[in-house]
T-cell receptor, first 114, second 109 residues
């Protein structure tokens, strides 16, 4: 089972460059989300989606765009990279059953913006 | 909004018990979770507790929930080097998960 697949695993960008972090899940989960993880700050929600065609902003959405054209894919776009976006990014998909939410995470993308 | 707090580090000797604590502000969550993140990896669900329970035991793991004090804890008995990781407390809120900052568990030989 592939679960949640994120690519790339590592990336270095120059300030002002744009790029797309890919995320795909094969569990038919409706809910997908993107987080960034910074030391001492835990996970902060960037954007999330509750189904194909539906996206919404999380806690720290500025500088990022998302789209959800299919249930499986949820790419995260950095429009014009800034050093403040240096972080580890995690994609997650989750399902809710009986009120219980279980999240499945990708392996993460370590992004450095110079 | 919801606030979830954890200490950033915990250091224990191999073989001792580890107790990782979490406090929160919103008491409306139905489920409360502990996730484990090993170095260089994503998070994985470790265990969870339903809000109407006060204790759940699963092998070496014991979860205690004190709803009055809004306090959740994870006890790991007989801590091993393989338990070295960051442990995140999370609460559900409107189908989203609200996360603590994570507690890094350091094992001393």
């Amino acid at each position: 089972n592939a679960g949640v697949t994120q690519t790339p695993k590592f990336q270095v960008l120059k300030t002002g460059q744009s790029m797309t972090l890919q995320c795909a899940q094969d569990m038919n989960h409706e809910y997908m989300s993107w987080y960034r993880q910074d030391p001492g700050m835990g996970l902060r929600l960037i954007h999330y989606s509750v189904g194909a065609g539906i996206t919404d902003q999380g806690e720290v959405p500025n500088g990022y765009n998302v789209s959800r054209s299919t249930t499986e894919d949820f790419p995260l776009r950095l429009l014009s990279a800034a050093p403040s976006q240096t972080s580890v990014y995690f994609c997650a998909s989750s399902y809710v059953t009986g009120g219980n939410t279980e999240a499945f995470f990708g392996q993460g993308t370590r992004l450095t913006v110079v | 909004g919801e606030d979830v707090e954890q200490s950033l580090f915990l250091s224990v000797r191999e073989g001792d018990s580890s107790v990782i604590n979490c406090t929160y502000t919103d008491s409306s969550s139905t489920y409360l979770y502990w996730y484990k993140q090993e170095p260089g990896a994503g998070l994985q669900l470790l265990t969870y507790i339903f809000s109407n329970m006060d204790m759940k035991q699963d092998q070496r793991l014991t979860v205690l929930l004190n709803k009055k004090d809004k306090h959740l804890s994870l006890r790991i008995a007989d801590t091993q080097t393989g338990d070295s990781a960051i442990y995140f407390c999370a609460l559900d809120s409107n189908y989203q998960l609200i996360w603590g900052a994570g507690t890094k568990l350091i094992i001393k030989p």
